[in-house]
């Protein structure tokens, strides 16, 4: 099992910055990958990023440039900082652990609204 907590979430105005941390408790040598979802209302969830254990990171186009995901692994926390944020970065970002076998764990999720 694995645990997932998140913070960081918050109102922001257009451009500004907010950066979520995502903490990992639990089996965390049995986690293959983390990363970053979202889901605005009445959208799917998607991709933000993703960081593999021994991979490169990948990121949706729309975050580009702008979000950044890394991980600290002797806090067991990944992190995405958000830059340059726009009003359509609104939604509620999920963390995401998947685990070698492909069983995914969910954190609570946190809201994130950006101001225009």
């Known amino acids: 099992q694995v645990q997932l907590v998140e913070s960081g979430g918050g109102l922001v105005q257009a451009g500004g910055s907010l950066r979520l941390s995502c903490a990992a408790s639990?089996?965390?040598?049995?986690?293959?990958?983390m990363g970053w979802y979202r889901q605005a209302p009445g959208k799917q969830r998607e991709l933000v990023a993703a960081?593999?254990?021994?991979?490169?990171?990948n990121y949706a186009d729309s975050v580009k440039g702008r979000f950044t995901i890394s991980r600290d692994n002797a806090k067991n926390t990944v992190y995405l900082q958000m830059n340059n944020l726009k009003p359509e970065d609104t939604a509620v970002y999920y963390c995401?652990?998947?685990?070698?076998?492909?069983?995914?764990?969910w954190g609570q999720g946190t809201q994130v609204t950006v101001s225009s």
């Open positions: 639990g089996s965390i040598f049995t986690i293959a990958a």
């Open positions: 960081i593999p254990s021994g991979g490169s990171t």
């Open positions: 995401n652990a998947v685990q070698i076998g492909a069983r995914n764990y």
